[in-house]
């Protein structure tokens, strides 16, 4: 606690020992905290005083899904807070070959201090969590992708301040980054609205959830299936691929089903001239959005990509310190 005090870091003590499986199990206040908490992560590493509070520590990195980011943002991230990230591939493991759940979150417990993992099912996360003794952050599943939602809001607040009463637009499928999208901006009190193709809608008992959410912090959640009602006045356009891991089988017919639903030149210029452009990679360009848009000024995708470090650094401190 005396290298936090020394850099003025406070972690989210709330959460001490908690899981994340998803932001609709966290206060908003605990939200909000853990984007302060990330941003001062990020100033303090950029200075080279990024404080040893995960020394001595394991956190074991659950696969079943290729990754770019979250592997290396939380094999870095555990590195910079002095601890250790150990890379498992779900095959290469008993839990690939039919061990219990329960047995694996167990025996897990046993070696680790924490457990990520990105999993094809949810429901197969949240048993994890309910034989683990340790805590265990969500990495990415079918349902919710809360890290890259913390992400996502540092990335905003850092080019636009003050959360509350902005608003974001998302446009494309209503998949997992939608979900935790959604319920991560009603706990700041920013608008959001989903524009989705029929039959490709976010899940709507969390979108229930997030809109009662959004009504105790004084902000709205917008559902439509019509991209320009969506992006006008937007502080923020986001974008998702068409076809997540798993659906590619379903590529042609989704090419098909989400024509008119591009982000492009003429569809953010309904947005404010200083919008962002948000993407949680890997990107198609001139799928679901153009290079023109993609690669031009009001793109922060880098930045985006990057902030997954100092957010998910924020949740280890609070979950594991």
Not at 22 to 49: F, M
Request: hydrophobic share 40%.
């Amino acid at each position: 606690m005396k290298l936090l005090e020394e850099v003025q870091l406070k972690p989210v003590a709330s959460l001490q020992g908690k899981d994340l499986l998803t932001l609709l199990d966290y206060t908003s206040q605990e939200v909000q905290d853990l984007i302060t908490l990330a941003t001062q992560l990020k100033k303090v590493t950029k200075e080279g005083k990024c404080p040893k509070l995960l020394e001595g520590k394991t956190l074991g990195m659950i696969f079943e899904k290729s990754s770019t980011r979250t592997r290396v943002s939380f094999e870095v991230g555990m590195q910079q807070l002095g601890g250790y990230g150990m890379y498992m591939n779900a095959r290469d493991m008993q839990i690939g070959r039919g061990e219990p759940i329960s047995d694996t979150g167990k025996v897990l417990s046993g070696y680790l201090d924490g457990i990520m993992i990105r999993a094809n099912s949810h429901e197969m996360v949240k048993e994890l969590a309910e034989y683990a003794s340790i805590p265990v952050i969500n990495g990415l599943t079918d349902i919710f992708h809360p890290c890259q939602a913390l992400a996502d809001l540092e990335t905003i607040a850092e080019n636009k301040g003050e959360l509350k009463g902005l608003k974001v637009a998302y446009v494309g499928d209503g998949n997992n980054v939608a979900h935790s999208l959604v319920i991560a901006c009603a706990h700041v009190g920013m608008d959001v609205a989903v524009a989705t193709p029929v039959g490709y809608e976010c899940d709507l008992d969390i979108i229930a959830k997030a809109r009662e959410i959004a009504l105790v912090n004084g902000s709205e959640v917008f559902v439509t299936t019509d991209p320009v009602a969506a992006v006008k006045d937007a502080d923020a356009v986001y974008a998702d691929v068409w076809t997540s891991m798993g659906q590619e089988e379903e590529t042609q017919q989704r090419l098909i089903d989400f024509k008119g639903y591009q982000i492009n030149d003429e569809l953010v210029a309904h947005a404010k001239p200083d919008y962002m452009f948000l993407h949680c990679l890997p990107a198609h360009r001139e799928e679901e959005v153009t290079s023109s848009v993609i690669d031009g000024p009001n793109s922060y995708i880098y930045e985006q990509a990057e902030n997954r470090l100092h957010a998910q650094k924020a949740v280890l401190v609070s979950l594991m310190a």
